[in-house]
């Protein structure tokens, strides 16, 4: 079965255009660009440089202000509000994503699991196990208005760092992994992330 199409169909509740132009579906962004695919292969460009960047100097996270300081470094150059929660609500083939009212609760609940992450969790099947269930609820969250998938990604990253693995989510190609991944975020299957991320672990050398 081909889910591909159904990864990418958002609805955002925004009548005041709080975050895109006039009569428009483009985001607003430091560079004044109006089309869509402009500013989609300018964020890439971006982004990957930004994401370079933090793969050699990572912000390691332990509560969702580090989350915030991983899209803020990510995607200042682009936006304004980049490091701040969304302000409009985000739905996926008709099922709603956190409310924005209820960001408070869903803080407290991430950052009891990075905590309960940092100081409990060592060997990797507890790691992957923990990885899968925050990224489960950190996408369920997905905090920002653009952007949540390359940064839960890189959350999820440094937080495996932290305890001495490698872990690389490649969505590049429309492969295993991407499939995966896809399906386990958008569909809430912690199973299918939990069993991509243990497959995906590699020790570092000590």
């Not at 990957?48 to 580090?66: E, G, Q």
Request: with cysteine; aromatic share 14%.
């Amino acid at each position: 079965m081909n889910r591909t199409n159904d990864y990418e169909e958002y609805y955002y509740d925004d009548p005041d255009n709080e975050y895109t132009y006039q009569d428009s579906f483009v985001l607003r962004n430091k560079f004044n660009i109006r089309n869509s695919v402009e500013l989609t292969e300018k964020e890439y460009q971006i982004v990957k440089t930004k994401a370079l960047d933090l793969f050699f100097s990572p912000i390691f996270v332990y509560s969702m202000n580090d989350v915030c300081q991983i899209h803020y470094s990510l995607f200042s150059d682009l936006y304004d509000w980049a490091g701040s929660y969304r302000k409009v609500n985000i739905s996926k083939q008709g099922k709603a994503f956190m409310a924005m009212q209820a960001f408070t609760t869903g803080e407290q609940y991430l950052n009891s699991l990075f905590r309960d992450y940092n100081e409990n969790i060592h060997t990797s099947v507890e790691i992957a196990a923990c990885l899968a269930n925050i990224l489960d609820n950190l996408n369920y969250m997905h905090p920002f208005r653009e952007g949540n998938g390359r940064t839960q990604r890189e959350v999820i990253r440094v937080l495996a760092l932290s305890k001495g693995y490698e872990l690389l989510i490649n969505v590049d190609g429309e492969d295993k992994i991407y499939h995966q991944y896809m399906d386990g975020t958008v569909y809430s299957d912690v199973n299918t992330l939990e069993h991509m991320i243990h497959s995906l672990l590699e020790k570092l050398d000590e």
